[in-house]
Nanobody
Framework: VQLQASGGGLVQPGGSLRLSCVASGRSVSLNVMEWYRQAPGKQRELVATITSGGSTYYEDSVKGRFTISRDNAKNTVYLQMSSLKPEDTAGYYC????????WGQGTLVTVSS
């Protein structure tokens, strides 16, 4: 099982990015999928969750700004991020909630003017 995140980059405050996480070897539609982030010097934190039924949950600081979704045909999970803030700067990772796969390299998001 492999997870490959992409879509990060440098963006100005208030900007938007869409992150993608392509899974190989295991379905995303049949599992609870999550996006995490880890800022320099901090612990990894959960950002967003999508269940197999399509319910979504968000960490308080990103509610109303981030949207998690998935494309079952592409076995891909997305994180649409808008109104980005400097404190959103971090490496972003996706994984399965249950029986997590090895953590991939993630994708780096830098919010700075």
């Amino acid at each position: 099982v492999q997870l490959q995140a992409s879509g990060g980059g440098l963006v100005q405050p208030g900007g938007s990015l869409r992150l993608s996480c392509v899974a190989s070897g295991r379905s995303v539609s049949l599992n609870v999928m999550e996006w995490y982030r880890q800022a320099p010097g901090k612990q990894r934190e959960l950002v967003a969750t999508i269940t197999s039924g399509g319910s979504t949950y968000y960490e308080d600081s990103v509610k109303g700004r981030f949207t998690i979704s998935r494309d079952n045909a592409k076995n891909t999970v997305y994180l649409q991020m808008s109104s980005l803030k400097p404190e959103d700067t971090a490496g972003y990772y996706c994984n399965y909630r249950y029986a997590p796969a090895p953590w991939g390299q993630g994708t780096l998001v830098t919010v700075s003017s």
